[in-house]
């Protein structure tokens, strides 16, 4: 724990404008991001009597290690520079709002040539345009059902819409009037872009003008005689009252807004948003916070405005804006999201009629968030902390391990051997640090040698951290030759410092092409500096190691920690048969109660790093069954093996092909396709396809793809799915 004291800077360093300040802990990892009319005033609360501080607050100060600040020119400026360092740099201290789930949209892909109505969750992509959130994603899909029958949009995935085309048969919904079919060309891209923009203009509340319009041209077809015609446009009006009267009108002056509602104790605090578009609800989200420091409604309700905006703009920030409490000040806020819009907002508070009467039931929407998430979590948060505790007695810890790492070990049958690392920070899943790893350091089935591999690249990399920031003392340069503590080659014969070659060619991050990465990440990115305080690699040292298995594992793991002369990071295992507690150098395992809370975190945690090392070892399998004869030509990579199925239709077509036929694929030259045609003469041609579900066989002409498995007669699969389920470890 740091002394404030240590690290306040001196009273005539701080300026008195504005700006943003970064907390940053031992590690140089940032934990606290804040922004202040007045560095000065702001930046002298933190540094009082501890007593005197928020409790939450005088944690963060005595996380915090150093603090520092960077000056802007007005308060707008200060409050998006640090929504920008909120985002980057995912600081723990900080007021965030989580969703307890993935919010699904109905997007419109207007990017492409011919637009897709489509479901979409997560991140939003440049080009398509979203409505919703909505609650649940069959909402959606009724929505559009019904809207299909008078805007008959593409809903197909890509590969619906070319086999289509490829054939010159439309799908179902082509054949029963809900599609124009773009696929076979009986609308034309401009009409289908056409049609497509339609339809979000109907979404986006501007329904009167095209209800008015159908209902002229319904008595115009009637006083024609067209019955039939005024029929369908009849049904087709019908179609769209149903499906406008899925949302209740709310505000009757076709009002857009955003209503937001706080609901908050202590500790935390709910938020609940109502989207209302043309006077009707829209789309409603909620998020859930821990409230970090003393926080105001108004502070809240400004993250949460930074939230809900920070990469929108146009019309996707509304004309209003109704919120529970103004931010103090109100006037950066309003003039950021003026310019996220490039028009006029109004944020205000609701106080008489139809606004104040919603956002009334805006708030019950909010308390009864918070009072679910309570339910959920109530012991949840009284849990953890004793789990963590009773780990720590049980271990014979100083102190609880706040940050957990969990290696296993996954193959089948000796085959495909890897391993995951997972992390628990605080008790929880921390998914953006799970790394995995390939084991190439020599061949066959062995858990135990696997382990002392792992645990090394992985600690290696620490320690080649902390020579980059001056915090290894012993002075031993760790990038001499690659070697391994123990005197051996890295595996994969690549030399780099911490050592570790890469897995599967991808940079995750703080990587660098120069020094690939023992570890390959969920997430991609740039390279990380070393002293940004973004989250690195293997920067941070867990303050216990959990690996499944039981004596062995322990004593490798705990070998490969003394060979790199680490002494303070302690380690354990977790033997699945007794759910017996292994300790290193010693002969009788420590037996936990079955209704121990530290228990059941050691198992979440090893159960976990079992699931993430099963499904990355069941990817690399699955890739491999589908290796073809193409893979094994030299020279010839993915763009151009695409290029040639693309071009012949199948691997069969292309091995009758002659080689001038070959060379006529862009991109092929003579001596390529004479590389090719000598491969596949060799290659053994696979069996027919076989549907398992009628016992057909699916000939290669029509489109079914071919594939051979790796070796002539080698089975992709034996025995029951029970059966390889066992074999797997």
């Known amino acids: 724990m740091a002394d404030p004291s240590s690290y306040r800077p001196r009273p005539g360093e701080i300026p008195d404008t504005p700006g943003v300040y970064r907390f940053r802990d031992e590690h140089r990892r940032v934990i606290y991001v804040g922004k202040a009319k007045s560095?000065?005033?702001?930046?002298?609360?933190?540094?009082?009597?501890?007593?005197?501080?928020?409790?939450?607050?005088r944690t963060m100060v005595t996380t915090a290690a150093s603090v520092e600040w960077t000056v802007v020119s007005t308060e707008v400026e200060a409050l998006q520079l640090e929504y920008s360092w909120i985002k980057e740099y995912d600081p723990r201290f900080n007021v965030k709002y989580r969703d307890d789930k993935s919010y699904p949209y109905l997007a419109v892909t207007m990017n492409e040539e011919f637009p897709r109505v489509q479901v979409m969750r997560g991140h939003k992509k440049k080009g398509v345009r979203y409505f919703g959130p909505y609650g649940h994603a069959w909402a959606i899909r009724d929505t559009v059902d019904l809207l299909l029958r008078v805007f008959p949009v593409r809903t197909c995935s890509t590969g619906v819409f070319k086999n289509a085309a490829r054939t010159g048969r439309p799908c179902l919904l082509g054949y029963i009037g809900k599609c124009s079919a773009p696929c076979v060309g009986r609308i034309t891209p401009d009409d289908h872009w056409d049609l497509a923009d339609e339809f979000c203009d109907f979404m986006a509340g501007r329904t009167g003008t095209y209800l008015r319009r159908l209902e002229r041209q319904m008595a115009d077809a009637a006083e024609e005689m067209e019955y039939e015609r005024a029929a369908r446009l009849r049904d087709d009006i019908g179609a769209l009252k149903k499906a406008m009267e899925k949302s209740a009108v709310v505000l009757a002056d076709a009002t857009d807004a955003d209503l937001i509602a706080v609901a908050e104790d202590e500790l935390e605090a709910a938020v609940q948003i109502f989207h209302v578009r043309g006077g009707r609800v829209r789309g409603q989200r909620g998020w859930v916070t821990d409230k970090v420091e003393e926080i105001t409604t108004g502070a809240l309700v400004e993250h949460a405005l930074q939230q809900l905006y920070g990469e929108e703009s146009g019309d996707a920030v509304p004309k209003e804006v109704l919120v529970p409490a103004l931010p103090d000040p109100v006037e950066p806020v309003q003039q950021w999201l003026t310019e996220r819009r490039g028009a006029g907002v109004s944020l205000r508070i609701p106080q008489r009629g139809d606004k104040k009467a919603l956002m009334e039931t805006v708030q019950r929407n909010a308390q009864q968030a918070l009072v679910l998430h309570k339910t959920k979590r109530a012991s949840d948060l009284t849990t953890r902390s004793r789990a963590l505790e009773?780990?720590?007695?049980?271990?014979?810890?100083?102190?609880?391990?706040?940050?957990?790492?969990?290696?296993?070990?996954?193959?089948?049958?000796?085959?495909?051997?890897?391993?995951?690392?997972?992390?628990?920070?605080?008790?929880?899943?921390?998914?953006?640090?799970?790394?995995?790893?390939?084991?190439?350091?020599?061949?066959?089935?062995?858990?135990?040698?696997?382990?002392?591999?792992?645990?090394?690249?992985?600690?290696?990399?620490?320690?080649?951290?902390?020579?980059?920031?001056?915090?290894?003392?012993?002075?031993?340069?760790?990038?001499?030759?690659?070697?391994?503590?123990?005197?051996?080659?890295?595996?994969?014969?690549?030399?780099?410092?911490?050592?570790?070659?890469?897995?599967?060619?991808?940079?995750?991050?703080?990587?660098?092409?120069?020094?690939?990465?023992?570890?390959?990440?969920?997430?991609?990115?740039?390279?990380?500096?070393?002293?940004?305080?973004?989250?690195?690699?293997?920067?941070?040292?867990?303050?216990?190691?959990?690996?499944?298995?039981?004596?062995?594992?322990?004593?490798?793991?705990?070998?490969?920690?003394?060979?790199?002369?680490?002494?303070?990071?302690?380690?354990?295992?977790?033997?699945?048969?007794?759910?017996?507690?292994?300790?290193?150098?010693?002969?009788?395992?420590?037996?936990?109660?079955?209704?121990?809370?530290?228990?059941?975190?050691?198992?979440?945690?090893?159960?976990?790093a079992h699931r993430f090392a099963i499904t990355y070892q069941r990817t690399k399998r699955a890739k491999r069954f589908r290796a073809g004869p193409l893979d094994d030509v030299p020279g010839l990579g993915e763009t151009r093996k695409q290029a040639l199925i693309k071009h012949f239709g199948s691997v069969k077509r292309l091995r009758a092909a002659t080689i001038d036929q070959i060379c006529e694929v862009p991109g092929i030259g003579r001596k390529t396709a004479e590389t090719v045609a000598v491969a596949l003469a060799g290659a053994t041609p696979a069996g027919p396809a076989v549907n398992t579900a009628t016992g057909e066989i699916m000939d290669d002409d029509d489109g079914a793809p071919e594939t051979t498995a790796d070796a002539p007669g080698e089975p992709v699969s034996a025995g029951t799915p029970d059966e390889r389920r066992g074999q797997e470890r």
């Open 390 to 608: 009773e780990i720590a007695e049980a271990l014979d810890l100083d102190s609880a391990p706040l940050r957990i790492e969990c290696y296993d070990i996954s193959h089948l049958q000796g085959d495909d051997v890897v391993a995951s690392m997972v992390v628990f920070e605080d008790g929880l899943a921390r998914k953006s640090e799970y790394r995995r790893f390939q084991i190439k350091g020599f061949e066959g089935q062995d858990d135990v040698r696997s382990m002392h591999e792992v645990i090394t690249r992985r600690f290696r990399r620490y320690l080649a951290e902390k020579e980059k920031t001056g915090e290894w003392a012993d002075g031993e340069s760790l990038t001499d030759g690659g070697q391994h503590a123990d005197g051996g080659q890295h595996p994969g014969g690549e030399q780099h410092p911490g050592g570790g070659q890469h897995v599967g060619g991808d940079s995750g991050p703080g990587s660098q092409a120069a020094a690939p990465d023992d570890g390959e990440a969920l997430t991609h990115g740039p390279a990380l500096k070393d002293d940004d305080g973004r989250p690195k690699r293997f920067a941070y040292p867990p303050q216990l190691v959990v690996v499944d298995g039981g004596q062995p594992q322990v004593a490798a793991a705990q070998r490969a920690l003394d060979e790199l002369g680490i002494d303070d990071i302690a380690v354990c295992g977790l033997a699945k048969r007794l759910e017996e507690v292994w300790l290193p150098r010693e002969d009788d395992p420590v037996v936990l109660p079955r209704t121990s809370e530290g228990l059941y975190l050691l198992q979440r945690v090893r159960d976990e």
């Open 39 to 57: 560095l000065r005033q702001r930046l002298a609360n933190y540094f009082q009597d501890l007593a005197h501080l928020h409790p939450r607050t």
